[in-house]
């Protein structure tokens, strides 16, 4: 596993890589345009992530980092495009399953990188959501050139940014969209978060250990100031509006971050597509009150599994990084001494951050979902795919 050893070295370490890219920060390049053909960009963005990682990052790191495209299955009818979008302080390997499962299924999938990502969290202290929108209506904009159906899938922040763009763009196909970050738990907190941001730079970390290759363990106030104001914006978009597409929709009822209620609230009023489904995954399945809703069991005490959190929902139990014989724990977002007896414990529980152990040994974050494939047979049913 890609945890720390020695935390006193680690953290030391970190603290220096962290002051020298701040300094390096304030005269390294802008985030690289969003350019044609896809294969250039990606080159680009691999040079700018060379120079703007931190440097515990492999090269091997990167890679898992960077955008990505995947052609089609030619051994299944061709269903069009679908254009990914991750979320907060990660990357776009967190769409690596799926994106491979709806390539099989007949669509070319490209999953984009948002400025600030995929680097260092010393990167998020300036970003703006703006870049984020601009990116994103970028990406959407250089790939909606011909006949071809358009679908847009969003995981967290993502889900907001899909949200927004099937708002400006009507004719999107469908959307797939993971624990959609319409509603903070902490917006209390968030709408101040840009004064915060002046005087304390960090919610938690401060680049005191970061030793996940594909997201952020580290996380700046400004990610949470600039998300806050991707959902307001989003919710200004959404006056007056309802969206049509056929669209699949998964969330777990333990979300850490999303308020879940919200969420529910918002694809009842503002999705109106008959063919629509929300998925939630939750301990104590209960009866169901609507019809385009379905709630799955996500406790399986066999496998040392008390929920799904926020970030597990689209990974197969076969990823090689988050699956069940994962290589990386994932502790961050708790105070510093839970987070280090996370850290080096034994034989964890896994759930959403914050949910309680049943006997005293700590609870890391739920990296996969055992019912990947019930997903994936969802997002069959929603976007009309017939099985082989």
Known sequence: MWIAKNSVLTAKLALLS?????????????????????????????????????????????????PFEIAASKTRPYRGKFLLIHGLNDSPYVWHDVANEIAERGWDVRALLLPGHGSSPVNMLEVSYKQWLAVARAHFKQWDTDEMPIYVGGFSLGGVLATILAL??????????????????????????????????????????????????????????QFFNTARYLRWKWLGKTLSMPTLMVVSENDSVVNIEYVRKRFARKFNSDRKKLLVYSPNPGQVERADEIVRNSRHPERRLLNQSHLS????????????????????????????????????????????????????????????????????????????
């Open 18 to 66: 962290s002051f020298l890219l701040v300094v390096k920060s304030a005269y390294g390049s802008s985030f690289p345009p969003v350019t044609e053909p896809f294969e250039a960009h990606r080159d680009t963005v691999r040079k700018h992530l060379l120079d703007t990682s931190m440097p515990q990052r492999t090269a091997v790191d990167i890679e898992l980092n960077l």
């Open 168 to 225: 400006e763009n009507p004719h999107i196909a469908g959307l797939f969209l993971v624990s959609p970050a319409y509603k903070s738990k902490l917006n209390n907190y968030l709408r101040w978060a840009w004064i915060y941001a002046k005087f304390r730079p960090w919610i938690f970390g401060g680049m005191i250990i970061e030793d996940n290759p594909i997201k952020y363990n580290s996380i700046p106030v400004n990610s949470g100031a």
């Open 313 to 388: 929902l689209i990974n197969s139990p076969k990823n090689a990084l988050f699956g069940e014989t994962r290589e990386i724990l994932v502790c961050n977002g708790n105070e510093y001494p839970i987070f280090m007896a996370c850290m080096r414990a034994r034989d964890h529980w896994y759930g959403a951050q914050h949910t309680p152990s049943p006997d005293g040994v700590p609870v890391a974050r739920t990296t996969y979902n055992p019912d990947f494939d019930y997903v994936m047979r969802s997002f069959n049913a929603i976007f009309d795919v017939q099985q082989q």
